[in-house]
């Protein structure tokens, strides 16, 4: 593996604000609320599955094993959340499940369109299936999008840290090198000139 996985998460650590990443309170939250969160962990892999093998381009990526055996990847990842500690082998595991992907070729819109599945039936859960009252379920949910900042952002990171990693012990080429070259490629790059309004025919 090119990536060193450590590095990769003490870096994305350094780069989140404190208050945007998961914290020991958000750790504390969550324990005292596994036991019911626990409850939704069926309902959570069904759904997250349905999606995947009803889109082509994930069912693909899925077709290689059963689907009772990819759910039980989500399922030990779920037990695993809700149990912590969310100490340093739990994010470096983070890190390392975002470079399984990279090997069976799930992409990162794959990966954060599915977080962005899992926040939304989360919340849907929290309020209907787990009855709770709203400011809990408010709270809850701020926890949630924390971790998954922060998974997310080991996801993506170990994802490119990796592939330039890879692509410098190939070719001899350093990483510095290869930001210096993105760099210079990007220098003209203006985003304005993409965020606008396609013409119309009638010029408006
Ligand atoms: C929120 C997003 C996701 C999470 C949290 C997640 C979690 C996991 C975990 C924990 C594993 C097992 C890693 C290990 O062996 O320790 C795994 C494996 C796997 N996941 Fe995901 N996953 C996500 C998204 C996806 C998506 C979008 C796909 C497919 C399009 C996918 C396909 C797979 C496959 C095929 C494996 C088995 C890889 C192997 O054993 O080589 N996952 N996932």
Redesign the pocket.
């Given at each position: 593996m090119a990536a060193h996985l450590a590095a990769v998460t003490e870096a994305v650590f350094s780069q989140l604000p404190p208050s945007v990443r998961f914290s020991s309170e958000d750790e504390a939250f969550l324990a005292g609320h596994a036991p019911e969160l626990a409850r939704l962990e069926d309902h959570l892999v069904q759904g997250?599955y349905d999606i995947?093998f009803a889109h082509a381009?994930?069912a693909r990526?899925?077709s290689?094993?059963e689907r009772a055996e990819?759910e039980m990847?989500?399922r030990?990842?779920w037990r695993r959340t809700l149990q912590g500690p969310f100490d340093t082998h739990y994010w470096e595991?983070q890190a390392?499940?975002g470079l399984?992907?990279v090997?069976?070729g799930?992409s990162n819109p794959?990966?954060i369109?599915?977080?962005g599945w899992?926040l939304n039936a989360l919340q849907e859960a929290l309020a209907g299936k787990l009855s709770l009252p709203p400011q809990e379920a408010g709270r809850l949910m701020e926890v949630f999008h924390r971790l998954a900042a922060t998974?997310q952002a080991l996801?993506a990171e170990s994802y490119l840290q990796n592939y330039l990693a890879v692509l410098a012990n190939s070719t001899g080429i350093t990483a510095e090198l290869i930001h210096r070259l993105v760099a210079v490629e990007l220098a003209a790059l203006d985003p304005s000139a993409h965020g606008q309004k396609a013409p119309t025919a009638s010029g408006v």
């Open positions: 997250f995947l381009a994930t990526v899925l290689s094993g990819r990847a989500l030990r990842w595991w390392a499940v399984i992907h090997r069976v799930v794959m990966m369109g599915m977080w899992t998974v996801t």
